[in-house]
């Protein structure tokens, strides 16, 4: 059994900064890429950044220059760190994470709500 466990939520101003965590626990082999992904009210689950187990990282446009992804793979965890947020990063942020126990397979996390509001 595998599980993602995402930490550092919470609410922010305009401007601010979060570090977001997720970690992965249970029967894990190897874990191939990790990413975050974002869910706002009314809206598709988007992807946000994603990085493999070499480090070479892809980000959402919206994102690019504010956010960034990295992983400790000794701790199998993934971080972002946030920085200048605005209003419209508001959302359900879910980990996601393809893991070898070994069989391959996409798991997810439960979320964690950043809210950007004055």
């Known amino acids: 059994q595998v599980q993602l466990v995402e930490s550092g939520g919470g609410l922010v101003q305009p401007g601010g900064s979060l570090r977001l965590s997720c970690a992965a626990s249970?029967?894990?082999?190897?874990?191939?890429?990790m990413a975050w992904y974002r869910q706002a009210p009314g809206k598709q689950r988007e992807l946000v950044a994603y990085?493999?187990?070499?480090?070479?990282?892809i980000y959402a446009d919206s994102v690019k220059g504010r956010f960034t992804i990295s992983r400790d793979n000794a701790k199998n965890t993934v971080l972002l760190q946030t920085n200048s947020l605005k209003p419209e990063d508001t959302a359900v942020y879910y980990c996601?994470?393809?893991?070898?126990?070994?069989?391959?397979?996409?798991?997810w996390g439960k979320g964690t709500l950043v809210t950007v509001s004055s």
């Open positions: 249970g029967n894990v082999a190897s874990i191939y890429y």
């Open positions: 996601n994470a393809q893991i070898a126990t070994p069989r391959i397979i996409d798991y």
């Open positions: 990085i493999t187990s070499s480090g070479n990282t």
